[in-house]
């Protein structure tokens, strides 16, 4: 399950792929299941009114999404990038609401980190899909940097709205997954009150001699009180072999380092 050279090079050149139909047989049982996380953070956090994105932790807290993390077709893609031993880095459960500017989703220096993302319902650019701009996550080429600058503001700067930008539009039905690095400038635009999305992010594993960057880039990163870095669903069910990419975020994760005072965020077992 191992992604081509080909695969491989279109990815790392431009910053993003996607594979068409690699979940096709598997997407209502990953709906049904995706339903049932938002649905059930719906009755501790309040409905999804359509005004604001709701995001939840999603696959952590779901016994069959968990399961994602073993999936060959998973671990294929994400070895492919990243090596046999990468970290799991977490997932977020979304239901979107209206346009997403323009922006990376981290600048990491050293080491790549990466996105795999399930659409659950059709898009195209008139309809909220995803948008990305090729070769954006080059951060040290003075194109990256002129459109970190720009894109920020790109009414004035260019006299443009952020969906005049030019980019790849990457139309999804469900089924479809998508990849890209954290460091692509990515928007989505003209969608409605409940796109559903969610995500599972990967990165290579740190070197020992880093590993203190690391932990200072993990304590923020939950933004609710955790105890755990992962959720029960997840490590109950997890093997020698999905334990391997949870290790490393699990021994550097300290709850006492991230509040002392708060009560816990507790993940729930769907």
């Not at 990468?86 to 323009?102: A, E, L, P, R």
């Not at 090729?134 to 940097?145: C, I, K, L, V």
């Not at 009180?225 to 020698?240: I, K």
Request: charged fraction near 25%.
């Amino acid at each position: 399950m191992k992604l081509s050279r080909q695969q491989v090079d279109f990815f790392n050149v431009f910053g993003f792929l996607k594979l068409p139909g690699l979940f096709r047989e598997d997407i209502q049982a990953v709906t049904e299941q995706f339903e049932q996380v938002l649905q059930a953070y719906e009755k501790v956090m309040g409905a999804h009114d359509g005004t604001k994105r709701l995001m939840v932790p999603c696959v952590d807290s779901s016994y069959y999404l968990s399961g994602l993390l073993d999936d060959p077709r998973i671990v294929g893609a994400a070895s492919s990038l990243l090596g046999d031993d990468f970290n799991y880095w977490g997932s977020d459960g979304n239901y979107y609401t209206g346009d997403t500017g323009w922006h990376p989703d981290g600048n990491e220096p050293k080491y790549l980190h990466i996105k795999l993302a399930f659409y659950l319902d059709e898009l195209n650019g008139e309809n909220g899909a995803l948008r990305v701009i090729p070769g954006s996550h080059r951060e040290t080429d003075r194109y990256a940097f002129d459109l970190m600058r720009t894109l920020r503001s790109p009414e004035e700067h260019f006299g443009l709205h952020g969906s005049e930008i030019p980019a790849q539009v990457l139309d999804v039905v469900p089924g479809d997954l998508l990849i890209f690095n954290h460091r692509t400038l990515h928007s989505a635009w003209g969608g409605g009150t409940k796109r559903r999305m969610f995500t599972m992010n990967m990165c290579e594993r740190y070197k020992e001699e880093d590993l203190g960057f690391l932990r200072k880039m993990i304590l923020p990163h939950v933004g609710a009180n955790v105890s755990r870095y992962y959720g029960d669903a997840m490590l109950e069910t997890a093997g020698p072999e999905r334990m391997k990419h949870l290790e490393q975020l699990i021994h550097l994760w300290d709850w006492d380092a991230v509040t002392k005072d708060k009560p816990a965020f507790q993940y729930l077992k769907i």
